[in-house]
């Protein structure tokens, strides 16, 4: 008898925990957020104008982190040497405080999006590196002093290593005039500005075994120079045919031993397979609709890709996708010039797709 009222006991508290857990999970009001409060920040790259329209209810049930997709870089904010442009960043970090969201700034110093009037002078001739680095220490201390004790980390120099396999770092205007140094005075000057931010080196295809080498051994030197830098964040702009389950699984277990936080900082898993340079369309370009066989591979990545965040949980503290939904992403445009794309968890409608639920179930 006494067994039997035991049974019975143990029956209706598991009963009652998975009639919890299913109406959480129907919940249309719990978010990739909620799901993954326990591992990560959810983040999503955002422009000003998408916090005002359709988009802003599902920004808010679903991430708890942005970024400003552009609104924050160099050539948007800092046209000029004497011209900021802050609405849109401002408008940011303003939607951000009133719904308690973190933001992860981006980014401070690169070789794109970066406007001209930087390394020439009033002539047109190229400045000299001391020229440089003053410009770098304003820009830095304007806008991460305008964002102090708000904008909580910041990619503070982003894809400054070259992709070619013989060269280390990117031959870009930064380098060209300044060298190496001025990786490090950027994060110098940027702890600087806010001595309490987090502060990262960013970069694409770290999945390669190559330029993750590459990667690791700049973190390392910067350590060893005793550079303010607190974390690495890995762009995670993927595909349905890499990572492969154990390429991702080596790129983390790389990452985490060189002890600094992880972050996975530009999301998305694009249906095509990957190409690494841009293109015009052409014939065999055309199939481009969101398939039965596309979805099932992009679900297939997700799913995986979440469960390896998951057992980096140590070392990985937020993840955010870049763009919302597959209405508009920047991979419509590259790296096939017009074809359309659907790396995200959101269909063009901002509809949960599969992929979702591979993520946020587990
Ligand atoms: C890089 C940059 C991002 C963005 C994407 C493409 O990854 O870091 O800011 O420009 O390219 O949208």
């Known amino acids: 008898m006494k067994n039997s009222i035991y049974a019975f006991a143990i029956l209706l508290l598991f009963s ?8 959480v999970i129907q919940d249309p ?9 326990n591992y990560f920040t959810i983040g999503v790259a955002v422009s000003a104008t998408s916090l005002k329209n359709k988009n802003a209810s599902l920004i808010l049930n679903e991430f708890n982190s942005l970024t400003a997709e552009n609104s924050m870089k160099m050539g948007p904010i800092h046209p000029a040497e004497n011209v900021y442009n802050w609405k849109d960043a401002d408008t940011i970090v303003a939607f951000a405080k009133n719904n308690n969201f973190k933001i992860r700034g981006h980014n401070l110093c690169w070789h794109q999006q970066t406007p001209k009037w930087l390394f020439i002078d009033s002539l047109g ?5 001391e020229i440089l680095l003053a410009r770098l220490k304003k820009h830095i201390f304007d806008v991460v002093g305008r964002y102090k004790g708000q904008i909580y980390a910041w990619d503070v120099v982003n894809e400054a290593i070259s992709d070619a396999p013989n060269e280390y770092l990117r031959n870009s205007e930064w380098y060209q005039i300044a060298g190496e140094e001025y990786i ?35 973190i390392t030197n910067l350590k060893k120079q005793g550079v303010p830098i607190h974390g690495v964040g890995l762009q995670g702009h993927w595909a349905v045919n890499e990572p492969s389950y154990g390429q991702l699984d ?13 972050q996975i900082t530009e999301l998305d898993i694009s249906v095509y397979p990957k190409e690494h340079t841009a293109r015009e369309g052409q014939a065999i370009d055309t199939a481009t609709s969101f398939s039965k066989e596309k979805e099932i591979k992009q679900s297939a990545v997700y799913k995986y890709c979440f469960e390896l965040f998951r057992k980096y949980k140590k070392s990985i503290n937020s993840v955010t996708f870049w763009n919302i939904s597959d209405e508009h992403s920047w991979l419509d445009n590259f790296p096939v010039r017009n074809r359309k794309d659907y790396p995200l968890l959101f ?9 979702y639920w591979q993520v946020a179930k587990w």
């Not at 080596?250 to 992880?262: N, P």
Request: one cysteine or more; hydrophobic letters at 35%; aromatic letters at 12%.
């Open 29 to 37: 009001a719990y978010g990739l957020k909620d799901y993954y409060k």
């Open 125 to 129: 001739k190229q400045v000299s590196k």
């Open 16 to 23: 009652q925990c998975s009639a919890n857990k299913k109406s």
């Open 250 to 262: 080596s790129t983390l277990s790389d990452f985490s031993k060189l002890d600094l936080v992880i």
């Open 184 to 218: 490090a005075k950027a994060f110098q000057y940027a702890h600087e500005a806010d001595p309490d931010a987090l502060l990262f080196y960013n970069d694409y295809n770290e999945i390669s075994a190559t330029k993750r080498a590459k990667i690791i051994q700049l």
């Open 347 to 355: 269909d063009t409608f901002n509809n949960r797709k599969s992929a």
